[in-house]
């Protein structure tokens, strides 16, 4: 299952990983490695969940809008309305789901560009999301607890963060759908050559519907995850950038942008090199501010090389044949 | 008659498997209007290529007032003054004409700004549109125009760039008869102001009334060039035609059997004004003949439900069949083998294994998960029936030859249940070999029942393949012929929109 881009990528984590802890030992710290573990489980929830619309051809960038404005809602029901978490948890995915069949429709049926319908997206779910608290930030009220809650999604199993389980599960489960199913050789097919899909027969629109369903339905399981591991939410910063994490990680893990090519375990090593990465400048004591600038440079970086490499594999192949 | 200004000798092209253009020579003098006649595939484009600098000759000589070249380049081509108005028109919509006239070649002002002088840019394009006898002025945007104005454009372009000679490729396919009429008025005008014109057309009529000279060609072959007074549609057909075709023919089991697709009536959004009507009988190759924007493709993606729909009714074994999607004419067990390869037939990226099953993927899955293993079985048996040669079915299609990426496209729907096969150029860019084995799996299924339909623009494979050919031209069924009366001479007569004789 694992191809060869994948184990560069494991190559290269396992190297960064190593220079900072030789570095800073406290990077094999057990309270460092749980507090990284978590952050890898909630942004590896919607870097997955990115990494479907991706391979479909598209783009979801309102991602870090859908986690504030479902946070916020999160929070409200549970706290303010009193409503019961497992409901408010349904609630909130279900609201996901409209959100990714409103963007799946207007892409696939109405021929929308998928940059375009989620930018808009972006803007309009964190302008409701400000309103909708009067721009205050939402929290839990004083002294209120609830601790089932808390600790299904914010509790620990033997110092393994839940997050990270939930991450585990929902990554076991989304790659058979992505490369044991119909469903996701049809996603691969449709994201590769949509002509050549539909000239085939299969339902090219529902299969890019289903692709922004999925992802937004999976962002708003990250976004409750998210909401109680910050517990409170300031509408306009929360979820700020995030939408770009999750590219950013699908690329990586070998994600083209012109759709029909990427693995899931790829996303997921992306995901830890870039949560690594952010751990990196942290224990190195590379000024915070710097924080974008590594990342971005790495991403470039690994991004060349790879072209590089496939030319290469291209001219060695080209004579021979 | 005055010297001539261009003179092309012996000139060919050969593509890998094939002589495009063999040793044609040819001679344009000053104000002379030149005919070039041909099939589909005779050797026309190829030639122009060649003569607009796009394509390098593999031999011959192409002299241009005096001095001797191996081979023109795009800008050569342009410096020495010949231009191009093309079949599909080369405009830029969102501009005005006066703006497309220089595009690349503005009046500029402001110095260092380098702006454009709208004023100077339009007084420029004027007097080309005036004597081209345009009623728009130059500050019309392009897209506002007809396609036979912005014929006139491409035309005034080519005056502008002090063209001599105008090489004009199927310029009146898709005009309305009083277009055409004024296209032609304009081709004599250019020749009595001595620009030489080259007319590409199908419709011999015109060619009868505005050439001076026709060369025709066939097989990439200078076949034969007619004075003035020998220009007739006759003639021209006959020396169009006239190879031998080799017998491929191979006659059915069977006497055919009861229609199994239907046409009834069947408007396509192409062109709505017309209603097709035709039927394919079981255990019968039906050609589809036709020059090329007769409407025959367009007719194949309509009954896939590529297309809507404009009218009448599609039957499969009598019963009206719901083509409003492919997957609803999949449904019907009707399927479609694309022109375009690459693009509409295969997924080149996805294994020859993914591109087999990709039509049937649910047979070979349980609750939505595939069984690979049973995946992989039906793709080898696929590749054993129709010999694909490639050792293993997870190579990339891509890898394959095209003869071997179209039994690819067939495998994929041989593997389920064809009531009717429509083939849209079946052996296009196919060697030899493989078309052979192509044409036998045809014979082979439409003996077990399967209802053929067969677009084809080859000659040799319509008449070698075909138990009945029916003739389409601009959109209608121009005509049925039996086995019996095929003959290149009869289906091109109905091609070109003559009533046979």
């Known amino acids: 299952m694992i191809n060869r881009k994948d184990l560069w990528l494991l190559v290269l984590i396992i190297v960064v990983g190593a220079v900072v802890a030789i570095i800073n030992p406290r990077f094999l710290s057990p309270i460092n490695l749980s507090n990284t573990a978590n952050l890898i489980g909630l942004f590896g929830i919607f870097a997955v969940a990115q990494a479907f619309v991706i391979i479909s051809g598209g783009i979801e960038l309102s991602v870090g809008s859908v986690i504030a404005l479902l946070g916020v809602i999160f929070i409200d029901l549970v706290a303010s309305e009193a409503v019961n978490p497992g409901l408010a948890f349904v609630i909130v995915v279900a609201i996901g789901c409209l959100i990714g069949l409103l963007h799946g429709f207007l892409v696939a049926k109405l021929g929308l560009q998928p940059f375009v319908v989620t930018l808009c997206g972006l803007l309009i779910y964190r302008g409701i999301a400000r309103y909708y608290t009067e721009d205050a930030t939402a929290g839990f009220p004083f002294g209120a607890s609830f601790p089932t809650l808390e600790w299904l999604v914010a509790g620990r199993f033997y110092g393994i963060p839940h997050s990270l389980i939930a991450f585990i599960a929902i990554t076991l489960v989304m790659g058979v759908v992505l490369h044991k199913s119909v469903f996701g050789r049809y996603l691969f097919a449709v994201g590769k050559n949509e002509e050549a899909a539909r000239y085939s027969g299969i339902h090219t629109a529902r299969i890019t519907i289903a692709a922004y369903v999925i992802c937004c339905g999976l962002t708003a399981v990250a976004a409750v995850f998210i909401a109680m591991y910050t517990r409170s939410i300031s509408p306009s910063s929360h979820g700020n950038f995030y939408e770009l994490y999750a590219i950013a990680a699908a690329v990586l893990g070998g994600c083209s942008l012109r759709g029909g090519e990427g693995s899931i375990v790829g996303v997921v090593l992306g995901t830890v090199l870039l949560q690594v990465l952010q751990n990196l400048v942290n224990l190195l004591g590379i000024p915070s501010s710097l924080n974008f600038a590594v990342m971005g440079s790495v991403i470039l970086i690994g991004v060349l090389a790879d072209q590089q490499i496939s030319r290469r594999a291209v001219r060695v192949k080209a004579p021979a044949g | ?501």
């Open chain 2, 1 to 501: 008659m005055p010297e001539p200004f261009l003179k092309m000798t012996g000139i060919s092209k050969v593509y890998p498997g094939i002589r495009a253009v063999d040793g044609i020579s040819i001679s344009v003098s000053k104000g002379e209007v030149i005919g070039l006649v041909g099939e589909n595939g005779a050797g026309k484009s190829t030639l122009m290529k060649i003569l607009g600098g796009v394509v390098a000759p593999s031999g011959g000589t192409i002299e241009l007032d005096g001095v001797e070249m191996e081979r023109l380049t795009v800008g050569g081509s342009m410096r020495g003054g010949i231009a191009f108005v093309h079949q599909e028109l080369n405009l830029f919509e969102n501009l005005t004409a006066a703006a497309n006239i220089f595009i690349g070649r503005e009046p500029l002002k402001g110095g260092p700004l380098r702006l454009i002088d709208e004023c100077e840019l339009n007084r420029r394009a004027e007097p080309y549109l005036n004597q081209l006898g345009a009623d728009f002025g130059p500050e019309a945007p392009v897209a506002s125009l007809s396609l036979a104005e912005m014929q006139l454009v491409e035309i005034a372009k080519a005056l502008s760039l002090k063209a001599r000679l105008v090489i004009m490729d199927e310029p009146t396919s898709s005009l309305t008869a009083s277009e055409t009429e004024r296209l032609l008025k304009i081709i004599a005008r250019l020749k009595a102001e001595g620009v030489s014109v080259i007319f590409i057309s199908h419709r011999l009529a015109e060619v009868e009334r505005s050439a001076d000279r026709v060369v025709v060609l066939r097989d990439g072959k200078r076949v034969a060039e007619l004075g003035k007074d020998e220009i007739h549609a006759e003639t021209m057909i006959r020396h169009m035609i006239g190879r031998d075709l080799k017998t491929l023919y191979r006659p059915p089991a069977k006497p055919p059997g009861e229609p199994i697709l239907e046409l009834v009536g069947v408007r396509t959004a192409y062109r709505p004004e017309q209603a097709v009507s035709l039927s394919v009988r079981r255990g019968e190759i039906l050609g589809l003949a036709g020059l090329v924007g007769s409407g025959r493709t367009e007719l194949a993606r309509t009954v896939f439900g590529l297309e809507p729909l404009k009218g009448g009714e599609v039957r499969i074994r009598g019963e009206p069949a719901p083509i409003a999607s492919p997957s609803a004419a999949i449904a019907c067990g009707l399927y479609l083998v694309p022109e375009d390869r690459k693009r509409s037939g295969l997924i080149v990226d996805f294994p020859i294994r993914e591109n087999i099953t990709l039509a049937n993927l649910e047979v070979h899955a349980k609750h939505g998960l595939i069984d690979f293993g049973a995946e992989e079985k039906a793709a080898l048996k696929q590749r054993d029936r129709l010999d694909i040669r490639t050792r293993s079915v997870t190579a990339p299609a891509a890898s394959l030859s095209g003869g071997n990426q179209q039994k690819v496209v067939l495998a994929k729907w041989l593997s389920m249940q064809p009531q009717v096969l429509i083939f849209d150029e079946p052996t296009r860019g196919v060697d030899v070999g493989a078309k052979s084995e192509i044409y036998r799996l045809m014979r082979e299924l439409s003996d077990h029942g399967v209802g053929i339909l067969m677009i084809s623009s080859d000659m040799e494979e319509v008449i070698g393949v075909s138990d009945r050919v029916a003739v389409m031209h601009e959109g209608r069924i121009a005509g049925f012929l039996d086995r019996g009366d095929l003959s290149e001479q009869s289906i091109l007569s109905l091609a070109v929109g003559r009533i046979a004789a």
